[in-house]
Structure formats: structure tokens, C-alpha cells
């Protein structure tokens, strides 16, 4: 193509021509519907796979329509519908603080499919998350991120700032179980 380019401009004797290369028609920002289930599941394995948690996401399609779109939906989903495919998601769930008014919104899972990246998809799922959590008014959006992640440049440009002074404690496995254990009777003193 460029070469075709070149050879008309210097065949053009003066006349400067440009040639925008066709560019694919963006993709639409909307709800998760239950169809988009299947994309919604294989975007949260591919995080799954990069955040190296793969044990950890184990949700079937059944798990996805009671969590996302039942009666007592826990979290609001958005995808990128790029003409049927789901190419991103966000997905993000309301946060309560004691003394607080209203809902913050959460936002659990972002994901844009590694070949769509660049195309300013995560920007505007971070757009549509942001226009949410206003309809809600939410006095913010906060998320929990792993260090390193790459797509921390994006979350800055839009405005989220890094909370140093805030550190995010996690229990899990053997740990959560002796946590949640039932706690041994007291032993009897002899007498």
C-alpha cells in the first residue's frame, strides 16, 4: 500500500494526494447481555491467565447469568461489542462504607483482548464505568490492582490516583480456613 502511495504522489507532478487507510468502525460500549456470556468468560480467563490465577476462576455460565443478570445480580457488567465479539469488559459492583450516603462503585475486572489493545477500548469502558457510578451517585470508583499491572499508564490518564497510604490485606487458602475454623472448646481445668 505504501508503495502504491509513493508511486501516485510521484506520478502526481505537484499534486499532493492523502490516503487514509480504512479504519475499522469502533466497537460499542453497552450492558452485558446473557448472550455475551461466553466472551465475558473467556476475557476473565485471559486475565486469570496474566494475573497467573487461573485456579481461582472457576464460575460456569450458570454461575455468570445468577451473578450478572439474576434477580439478585451482584455486579454490573459492560463489554465492547466489536460486531458480535466481545473484544472487553468491565465489570464493577456498588461498595458501601459505614456513615456513608449512597454506593461507591468498585470496579473489579477490566479486560480488553490482547489484539484489540490501542484502540482506545479500555478508555471508554473506564468512560462507561465513570457515567455509571455518576447515574448512581457515587462519591468514587476505586479498584485494586496488582504492582506492575500494564494497564496502570491507562487508569492514571483517565484520573485514578495511587493511594499510598492505603494497603489492601488479603486471606486465603489453609490461612482463611484455620481462620474460619470453628474455634476449639475451652479446655476444663481439673480441680
Not at 510521484?10 to 487507510?21: R, T
Not at 475499522?24 to 461466553?38: E, H, N, T
Not at 455460565?61 to 466489536?82: H, S
Not at 455509571?132 to 476505586?142: L, P, W
Request: proline share 5%.
Amino acid at each position: 500500500m505504501q508503495g502504491r502511495v509513493a508511486a501516485l504522489l510521484a506520478g502526481s507532478k505537484g499534486l499532493i494526494m492523502k490516503v487514509h487507510p480504512r479504519t475499522p468502525k469502533p466497537p460499542v460500549i453497552r450492558d452485558a447481555l446473557p448472550a455475551d456470556i461466553a466472551g465475558i468468560m473467556r476475557l476473565k480467563m485471559e486475565l486469570a491467565i496474566s494475573d497467573e490465577i487461573v485456579d481461582t476462576v472457576r464460575a460456569t455460565a450458570a454461575d455468570w447469568e445468577r451473578d450478572a443478570f439474576g434477580p439478585d445480580a451482584r455486579f454490573t457488567i459492560f463489554v465492547a461489542d466489536d460486531a458480535g465479539r466481545v473484544t472487553g469488559m468491565a465489570i464493577c459492583t456498588d461498595r458501601y462504607f459505614p456513615g456513608w450516603v449512597g454506593a461507591n462503585i468498585a470496579l473489579l475486572d477490566l479486560c480488553v483482548e490482547a489484539n484489540c489493545r490501542g484502540r482506545g477500548i479500555g478508555t471508554a469502558l473506564l468512560a462507561r464505568v465513570g457515567a455509571y457510578a455518576r447515574s448512581r451517585g457515587a462519591a468514587m470508583i476505586e479498584l485494586t490492582m496488582r504492582t506492575g499491572n500494564r494497564a496502570a499508564h491507562l487508569y492514571e490518564r483517565a484520573g485514578f490516583v495511587d493511594v499510598a497510604e492505603v494497603r489492601n490485606y488479603v486471606i486465603a487458602g489453609d490461612a482463611l480456613e484455620r481462620l474460619g475454623a470453628p474455634a476449639a472448646p475451652p479446655r476444663r481445668r481439673a480441680l
